[in-house]
């Protein structure tokens, strides 16, 4: 299996569509404007998965409409699952002037923005291999930005890093974090993955780097 990986612009946020043929993984579901967008860009592929990187709203509003406009689950790090029915679970942190007002602008968004009540079928976990929904990628538990964030490494040679990582600005560790000690370690694994084109919930992809 080699697998290509398909970007879907939502404003400042990425979904992704992972594909093999016509078999297909969903990366994030972005918001609910973005819906029809997202949908438009599955057909004609068979979606197995979506796989939510972190409970946040922007990467999870649709999860619920789309998971049942596609007909196949949804997947997510047990780590967020109380962040589906309530985002600031987990509260948030930020360094520096823009990622202050990042948080500010996040912190708004978790309060005002509703996340439709569902419950994820599947858990996923650092090293699942995603091969039997047919496509080349295993899971890299990423926590820090939250406690369940989660990543996919992509035929060894991409990975969709969530939130982990930030390119609104420009590329760099990610502006805003639940634990700064975690994520700095989940930063330093993938610093070791070595060759890899980064995938990132905002922004377009580079190459992977060292980041701290």
């Known amino acids: 299996m080699n697998s290509d990986i398909r970007r879907i612009s939502c404003g400042n946020g990425n979904c992704y569509l992972i594909i093999d043929g016509n078999n297909a993984i969903l990366v994030d579901t972005g918001r609910e404007k973005y819906r029809q967008k997202i949908l438009d860009a599955c057909r ?3 979606v197995a998965l979506i796989v939510l990187t972190h409970g946040h709203v922007d990467h999870v509003q649709n999860a619920a409409y789309l998971s049942n406009a596609l007909n196949c689950p949804a997947a997510i790090h047990k780590g967020d699952l109380a962040l589906l029915s309530d985002n600031m679970r987990q509260p948030l942190s930020a360094d520096g002037v823009l990622g202050k007002i990042v948080l500010a602008a996040s912190v708004k968004s978790f309060q ?6 569902f419950m994820p079928a599947v858990f996923l976990d650092d090293g699942d291999s995603l091969d039997s929904y047919g496509i080349a990628a295993k899971v890299v538990g990423l926590p820090g930005h939250t406690d369940g964030s989660i990543g996919l490494d992509v ?10 990582l930030m390119n609104m600005f420009y590329p760099a560790v990610s502006m805003l974090y639940h634990d700064r000690a975690a994520m700095l370690e989940s930063v330093r694994k993938i610093e ?9 919930g905002h922004g377009k992809p580079v190459k992977n780097r060292k980041w701290i």
């Open 155 to 164: 035929n060894g040679t991409d990975l969709i890093a969530g939130d982990a």
């Open 44 to 46: 004609g592929l068979r």
């Open 192 to 200: 070791v993955l070595g060759p890899r084109t980064i995938h990132f």
């Open 112 to 117: 005002a923005d509703v996340i439709p009540p």
